[in-house]
């Protein structure tokens, strides 16, 4: 069994008992963490980790991974230029060698930002092998990841239904389930990823739903922009029965404070989005709103079709966006300023690792580092001067962290980056053909402000 003993860190556990060490030693023994304490004695490889964070690996719990060979080219969209040129126009022009590159890339991404758990929200998968080339890339990355497997949406063709009137398909998520995700407690796992009530009528919202549950996988769907697909939806799904933990809800951001309560009542979990949900118009980040009912969301990337891969920066920004809001109504209500923040910063960094792992329904395997947890661990450089001196280990992490300063990642005990390196054998191959599908993919779309755009650059 391999032992690895990280020593001397700064070692930040987000386990509530153990706290964080100014300096303290890891013990890892094969998959799993085996203690972690001021200093520790044992036959192991040592890892030296004097002025350096160690944290459990953070967890991205939303994005579209497939279009990582997009990177920027939604950078000044909102959602409605999203879904036509992304749904309706580049997404259909998929090949799965396509879905296996951006899938591959982005998750050694995230791997190498400090991501060892990867929410890999796939909707766009017209066949098998476009399916089977996601789930086949996020295996070989190495990243531990659930596999949301969804649907596309293109605009129908003459004599076809339109997306929202077409159930998730049973046989695919069985065929997952046979095969490659028959592990339920694997590296990678399986979920699904569906339309629900904003997105398609009752009949196929109460399908899916339905299946999921059969089924026990997680039920994810996006929720807010634009008018819903069925209205009232949710309260019918709710008296149904439909509507428990297993639901994961995205974004929600114009859900009424009745139904986040309801929703909160029944456990469902949520995951935001913060960035993308301002820049494209979904509204206002529900992180307060939900916080107020004492319970916070997971969060994530969304697109790198937008924005950056970072979850440090996710988190800072979903950080910033609710003070913001939050003094601003304090200005309103007294002219002034609040006394003191109405967050701490803290529970940010719990925003992208525990509550992550909530959404998973992992708590107990991932998103802290405690004996007998798996051993998802990053390494983060204080720096020569970035985030020196360090007063408070963990507003540290959350206000000056950075994947570009992340040395060493492990997932389940295995290195997949040591030293700043990526143990990926041929980066540049992955370069190269994450470049050819973008530049394939973007050739053939007919939309004169991408054209014009890729043209300039
Ligand atoms: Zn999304």
Redesign the pocket.
């Known amino acids: 069994m391999t032992r690895l003993l990280l020593r001397d860190g700064i070692v930040v556990t987000q386990d509530p008992t153990i706290g964080a060490l100014p300096r303290g030693d890891v013990l890892i023994e094969g998959d799993r963490i085996a203690a972690i304490a001021p200093s520790l004695d044992a036959e192991a490889e040592i890892i030296d980790c004097a002025g350096h964070f160690v944290l459990p690996g953070l967890i991205n719990a ?3 991974t497939w279009q990582t060979a997009l990177r920027s080219v939604g950078a000044d969209w909102t959602l409605l230029e999203y879904f036509r040129h992304v749904h309706a126009g580049l997404a259909t022009l998929y090949e799965p060698e396509d879905i296996h590159v951006a899938t591959l890339a982005g998750a050694l991404n995230q791997l190498d930002h400090g991501v060892t758990t990867l929410v890999d ?1 796939c909707h766009n998968n017209p066949t098998p092998a476009h399916t089977d080339a996601a789930v086949d890339a996020l295996i070989d990355s190495g990243i531990r990841a659930a596999f949301l497997h969804g649907s596309p949406k293109p605009d129908p063709k003459p004599g076809e239904p339109h997306f929202s009137e077409v159930p998730h398909p049973r046989d695919e998520v069985e065929r997952l389930l046979r095969g490659k995700l028959a592990d339920r407690t694997g590296r990678v796992t399986l979920g699904m990823a569906v339309l629900g009530p904003h997105y398609s009528t009752l009949d196929v919202s109460a399908h899916d739903f339905a299946l999921a549950r059969e089924l026990g996988l997680i039920c994810s769907m ?1 929720q807010g922009g634009g008018e819903a697909k069925t209205p009232g939806g949710w309260e019918i799904l709710m008296e149904r029965g439909l509507v428990g933990p297993s639901i994961n809800i ?2 929600g951001n114009n859900l009424t404070d009745a139904q986040l309560k309801a929703f909160v009542d029944r456990g469902v979990s949520f995951s935001v ?1 913060p960035e ?1 949900e301002m820049a494209y118009g979904h509204g206002h980040p529900i992180t307060g709103r939900l916080r107020a009912l004492g319970t916070a969301p997971s969060y ?1 990337v ?2 790198e079709s937008a924005i950056s891969g970072d979850m440090f920066g996710v988190a800072r920004v979903a950080l910033a966006s609710q003070r913001a809001l939050d003094n601003a109504q304090e200005r309103a209500r007294s002219g002034g300023i609040p006394p003191t923040s109405t967050i701490p910063a803290r529970e940010a960094l719990d925003w992208i690792t525990t509550r992550g792992a909530a959404m998973l329904g992992a708590g107990d395997r991932i998103g802290s580092l405690a004996p007998g947890t798996q051993a998802d661990v990053i390494v983060m450089s204080v720096g020569p001067l970035a985030m020196w001196p360090v007063h408070d280990p963990v507003a540290s992490v959350v206000m000056q962290g950075s994947g570009a300063r992340v040395r060493d990642v492990l997932v389940g005990g295995a290195f997949r980056k040591r030293d700043y390196r990526l143990l990926w054998p041929d980066i540049d191959a992955v370069r190269r053909g994450l470049a050819a599908s973008g530049e394939r993919i973007l050739s053939r779309l007919n939309v004169s402000s991408i054209s014009a755009r890729i043209a300039a650059a």
Request: aromatic share 8%.
């Open positions: 939303h994005m579209h929200w996006h995205v974004h989005t993308v994530g969304d697109l």
